[in-house]
């Protein structure tokens, strides 16, 4: 992540690498205000120190096992509950 240090502001590209997600997935965070940008020209630019906000609404990897194991778990032990509470 060095590239945030070097430079001041990030292409919508730039941050969507370093996120790992897509453009289109940078500009509905930035539309959402997820991501703090500047709208230069007709292109938008996100300062490197604003970064961090974004990387707080991201889900890492293990972060998504840990919620799906939470969901299977609660899955197994409430299946019948949820079932008879969907038909309500």
Known sequence: MKETTDK???STSEV???LGISRVAVFQKIKAGLI???KIGRNYAVLAL???KALEYTLTDERKK???TA???VVEEYGETLRLL???
């Open 8 to 10: 001041k502001y990030l």
């Open 86 to 88: 969907g038909k309500e």
């Open 50 to 52: 604003n970064l961090t």
């Open 16 to 18: 969507a690498k370093i």
């Open 66 to 68: 840990e919620i799906e």
């Open 36 to 38: 703090p940008a500047e």
């Open 71 to 73: 969901v299977k778990k």
